[in-house]
Structure formats: structure tokens, C-alpha cells
């Protein structure tokens, strides 16, 4: 893969060339605006981000043609027993329905809020259904290469050539988006493990090939990686094998999906009032307030789990890893220094025989094969796109990638924000700064990277979800307007600001407005507690459940005045104290994002 410090040099020498077409006197290229020149896109993929782009597509009138490698939509949702990069049988959602739907489409209410692959596979075919997306799909068709059209610095067009059983077609296409994901190949680092290849005499395999625990039946497994999908595996082989081992280098915050009271978690946390306050209080306190809310759950030290390098840097949702670690059925191990005939050797000295199996949950890395060589090479880097999605040294923006991301929050929200600008790019709605301007920010954003110390580690980077949500939002013009909106609807304003920050928060005004999004977000909760409530109860607990939810609701609105108060009049709270004497940014108040 292409390292951030060679991008780095190659965008800013970019930027810094005198050679640029288009340029005034002044040295600034102007930006040509496509207007309804853009008809034909071609989306790469029907997973969620697809069928977004063929939606958003229709929204804004443009002509949109899906090329899909397998027979259904669903992308990595859809699981398969075998052929391909899928789900595992188990999977459950990290993300409640609430925070992960389309924004102008909300999950029906009976929906359970974290739900199983299938159910959200359900969803994407009533989406597909409503909108009428499936006849814009032309499924078991492989694209084999885009390429620029010669004439490409006039008419921002590419050339698609795709297969479909055995039959080459090219066409030419006025815009492309890549919706092919970022889990296209599994990262299966070998070498860095001495003897599993030459050695051991055990089985292995990456965590894509997993799909239920069925043949560990009885075997000593040993899983390697503690990400998402390296916890679910190992809390779920640990049911039947007769002993895990869970392997870290560097360890994991572990949180729950359920929040105090019972709420989903992220409905909780993920509020711009929370927002604030991360952005009122340094960095520092930021980091121990953080540890010292993972740890209410578990002491992450007791259980070998508490990051070791950089406790920002890993965080994964698993309700049962905990309790495994604590029955004995998983035990945690530090990294694999070498693999012998049946065991494996660890960092620490310590020596587990006998282990059958060992699974690599190793993570995935991107590829777009498919790209000509000179867009492939921007495109091995997420940070080498102008915010993740526009390749900055293109003539033209009429090629983006979507879903090269990674949140605090839904993805599935991200992409489709993402789809709705990129969009009105193509349809000359929406403009971008110059090429020479686009470079130079995403130049500076690696070097930033690079003084962190994170130029290699850009798979562990988690952006803000709402930070990055209300970026794009105002590129496309749809960010709330917060004292607007109190002015104007109080009663929303109050659930837009203190509630969660749901996808339907970016269709209240702007272009894509959405009739139903008032009330969308005015009912969220009854959504929520629909399908909890599914024994009938008296009036006296329906109101304590109420009163519960208010309650959560409304301290951060007593504390969101309180803070108000102490920043613009302390002498209310301390007599005799000058103004600005007690900075707001020192009030011991919880972080409220994961």
C-alpha cells in the first residue's frame, strides 16, 4: 500500500505546480461546473452505499446504471455460506435502527433495534422496493476497468467495461461511484507470525471464512485480533470449543449496547449536546473521563483488555465478551511471538500447547483493481481523497469513492450523506474548490497524520461521526440550524439537540427535504420501545418508563443551562469572582461520544 508521507510529497508538489489549465491571472484554477451535462453514472456495488447512490442518483434526476458482482443486493449484509466476503451467521448490529437508517427512510417500528443480518437485509429490499431501485441493477456483472475517456479534461467522462456470463460490453459514462467497500480483501499478515506457515501443524483461516462455530466443536482455538469481529468470534466458538484464546497486541475498550435504564447506547451518547461538550473540554481530560466511563462496566485492567499504546485508538461492542473472560471460556492473551508444531509462543514468555485452530481476525484492506492506474494510486489511501470521497487531482470530479470511512457512529448513515453530495457534484448543484485548493488540504491533513504518528495505523483512525456528518451536511446544505430551529420549533429543537443525532436530522431542511422528518424524529423513542413492550403492563410502569426517559432527557438540558450560565455570567454562581475567571472548559462533565 502507498504510505501517506509518498502521497503527501506527490500532492503537495501537485498543488505547488505552475501547470494547470484553466488558471487566471492570479494563479486560481476556476472550477468548471458540469451542470445537466452529467446524465450516466455507473455505481460499483449494491450493498448499502449502492443503493443509496442509485436513489440519490434519481433525486437529482441523473441516470443511474448498478453493476453488481453477485445475484442480490446487500453487499458484505448478505450472508453466504461460502464464495465470498460476507456476514457470519450470528451477526448482530452494533448500531440501533434508529441511528443507522436511510434518512428519509425509518426501519418500520416493530423492527428490533439492534437486529440480525437478516432483518436488515429485509430492510434493503423494502428500500429497493419503495424507491423502485432494482431496475436501475444489472446483477452477476463484473467490472473489469474505468478508465478516463481521452477527451477527459473536456467532458469528464469514463469508459466501463464490464461482464456479464461471458459477454464484454463497454459503455461511456458522464460520472462514477465506487461502492465497492472497504472490506474487499482479507489482510492476512503471515509474516508476521514465525512458523504458522512452516511450523504449525494446525488449521487456520481468516475471520472471513468464518461462518458459525459448528466444526470447533471441542478444539483449543486460538483467535488473533480483538476487533469486532475477533470478540464475536471468540464469545461465540467459546460455547463449544473446549478452550479460547483471545490475542491482542495492544488491547480494547469493550462497551455494551445497552446504556443505563435499557436504552440502546448510541441513541444515548451520540447527541450534539454531548458533542459539545468534547469540544468544551481539552483533550486530556477528555482521555481519562473516557477510561474512567469504559470502566464502569469492568475494570479493563483486571480482564487484560485496557489499551496499552493509545487508549483512543480501539474500541469494539460485544455483550458477551466480558462474561466469557469471566466464566474462564475465553482467556486473554499478548501478541504471538511464534508458532511452534501444536502450540503458540507469546510475548510474554508464556506457552499454550495443544491449540488446534487459529483464526485470524485480522481486518481487511481496499483495492479497486478496476480503477486505471494513475486514480488506483491516489485511491490507496482514504486520507488521499478530498474528505474521503473526491480524488483531488482529477480534471473532473466525476469519480468518488464512498464508504472509505470509519465512525463513531452508523456508516450506513455516512455513505449516504456522502451520495447525496457527491451527487449534486455531478449534477453542478454543488461546487468544489479548486484542484490546487483540494490537494492542499488533504496534504495537510496527512502531514497532520504523519506528526501523530498515525501514518500507518489509518484503519484504527475513528472519525467524530456528527463532527464529520455536519461537514459534508454543509457542503450539501443541510446542516441543522440549531438556534434557528429553537426559534422556530422549539419542541424539535430541543429533541435535534439533547436527543440522538439520528440520519433524519440532515432531511429538516435544505435540498432532499423531507416532509416526514419532523416527525420521524419526534417519534424516535416510540420506535425504540416498541418492540420492548411486548407484555402487556400496567399504567403505573408505562409512566415510570416515562418519567425514566424524561428524566435521562432533561439533565442534560438542566447541565446545557447550567453551563451557559457559568460561561456568560459566573458571578450568578460564584459572587466576586471576575468574568472569565472560572474557563467552562474545566467542569468535570462525562464524555458523551464513543
Known amino acids: 500500500m502507498t504510505t501517506i508521507p509518498f502521497l503527501v510529497s506527490r500532492l503537495v508538489s501537485a498543488a505547488s505546480s505552475e501547470h494547470h489549465g484553466g488558471r487566471d491571472q492570479r494563479g486560481e484554477e476556476k472550477q468548471n461546473s458540469l451542470h445537466s451535462m452529467v446524465q450516466r453514472v455507473a455505481i460499483i456495488g449494491a450493498g448499502s452505499s449502492g443503493l443509496a447512490s442509485i436513489k440519490c442518483c434519481l433525486d437529482e434526476g441523473l441516470e443511474p446504471t448498478c453493476f ?32 443507522m437508517c436511510f434518512s428519509d427512510f425509518p426501519f418500520p417500528e416493530d423492527f428490533p433495534n439492534y437486529m440480525h443480518h437478516s432483518r436488515l437485509l429485509e430492510y434493503f429490499r423494502m428500500y429497493a422496493e419503495h424507491f423502485s431501485l432494482l431496475r436501475y441493477i444489472r446483477f452477476k456483472t463484473t467490472v473489469h476497468s474505468v478508465r478516463k475517456r481521452p477527451d477527459f479534461s473536456t467532458t469528464g467522462q469514463w469508459d466501463v ?10 459503455a461511456i459514462f458522464d460520472a462514477v461511484m465506487v461502492c465497492s467497500g472497504h472490506y474487499a480483501e482479507p489482510h492476512l499478515p503471515l509474516d508476521s507470525f514465525p512458523g504458522i506457515e512452516n511450523r504449525f501443524r494446525g488449521q487456520y483461516l481468516h475471520s472471513w471464512e468464518y461462518k458459525d462455530s459448528a466444526s470447533f466443536q471441542g478444539k483449543r482455538v486460538l483467535v488473533l485480533g480483538v476487533g469486532n469481529s475477533g470478540g464475536d468470534i471468540a464469545a461465540e466458538i467459546s460455547r463449544v470449543a473446549a478452550q479460547v484464546f483471545l490475542s491482542t497486541r495492544s488491547g480494547t475498550w469493550v462497551i455494551s449496547r445497552i446504556s443505563d435504564h435499557g436504552f440502546p447506547l448510541d441513541m444515548m451518547l451520540t447527541t450534539r449536546f454531548h458533542n459539545c461538550l468534547e ?11 473516557r477510561m474512567k466511563k469504559f470502566n464502569t462496566w469492568f475494570d479493563h485492567a483486571n480482564y487484560g483488555l485496557i489499551p496499552q499504546k493509545s487508549p483512543n485508538l480501539s474500541l469494539i461492542v460485544n455483550d458477551e465478551l466480558p462474561s466469557c473472560i469471566l466464566c474462564g471460556a475465553v482467556v ?37 483493481p478496476f480503477l486505471e492506474e494513475s486514480v488506483r494510486n491516489i485511491c490507496r489511501s482514504k486520507y488521499a481523497l478530498y474528505k474521503y470521497i473526491f480524488p483531488p487531482a482529477l480534471e473532473k470530479p466525476t469519480l468518488v469513492v464512498l464508504g472509505l470511512i470509519q465512525l463513531s457512529g452508523s456508516i450506513m448513515a455516512g455513505t449516504e ?18 484542484a490546487s485548493r483540494l490537494m492542499a488540504e488533504v496534504a495537510k491533513k496527512q502531514q497532520h497524520l504523519i506528526k501523530q504518528g498515525l501514518s500507518n495505523k489509518e484503519s484504527k483512525i475513528i472519525l467524530s461521526y456528527i463532527g464529520y456528518m455536519d461537514e459534508i451536511a454543509s457542503c450539501v446544505g443541510v446542516k441543522p440550524n440549531i438556534l434557528l430551529l429553537f426559534l422556530k420549533d422549539p419542541k424539535l429543537a430541543l429533541e ?12 429538516l431542511a435544505g435540498p432532499g427535504k423531507w416532509v416526514g422528518a419532523r416527525n420521524t424524529i ?11 413492550r411486548t407484555r402487556v403492563i400496567d399504567d403505573s410502569s408505562n409512566h415510570s418508563s416515562v418519567f425514566h426517559l424524561l428524566t435521562i432527557l432533561g439533565l442534560p438540558a438542566l447541565l446545557c443551562a447550567g453551563l451557559f450560565i457559568c460561561k456568560y455570567s459566573p458571578q450568578l454562581w460564584f459572587p466576586g469572582v471576575r468574568l472569565g475567571a472560572i474557563p467552562i472548559c474545566k467542569m468535570g462533565f462525562m464524555k458523551g461520544g464513543l
Not at 467495461?161 to 463497454?170: F, N, Y
Not at 469540544?279 to 473521563?289: E, H
Not at 450523506?417 to 479548486?434: I, M
Not at 435535534?496 to 440520519?503: E, Q
Request: net charge neutral; hydrophobic share 40%.
Open 68 to 99: 453488481e458482482q453477485s445475484h442480490d443486493i446487500g453487499g458484505l449484509w448478505r450472508f453466504t455460506e461460502a464464495g465470498r466476503i460476507s456476514v457470519y451467521r450470528s451477526v448482530i448490529t452494533n448500531t440501533s435502527k434508529e441511528m
Open 279 to 289: 469540544n468544551f473540554l481539552p483533550l486530556a481530560l477528555m482521555r481519562l473521563l
Open 417 to 434: 450523506l456522502q451520495a447525496r453530495w457527491a451527487t449534486r457534484v455531478f449534477k453542478g448543484l454543488n461546487q468544489l474548490p479548486t
Open 161 to 170: 467495461v464490464t461482464e456479464t456470463d461471458g459477454t464484454v460490453e463497454s
Open 522 to 532: 419526534l417519534t424516535q423513542w416510540h420506535r425504540t420501545l416498541k418492540p420492548l
Open 332 to 368: 486473554v492473551k499478548p501478541n504471538v511471538k511464534e508458532f511452534t508444531e501444536s502450540s503458540a509462543v507469546f510475548e510474554d514468555g508464556t506457552v499454550e500447547e495443544n491449540i488446534d485452530v487459529v483464526v485470524f481476525a485480522t481486518g481487511y484492506t481496499f483495492s479497486f
Open 496 to 507: 435535534v439537540f439533547f436527543g440522538p443525532c439520528t440520519p433524519c436530522q440532515y432531511r
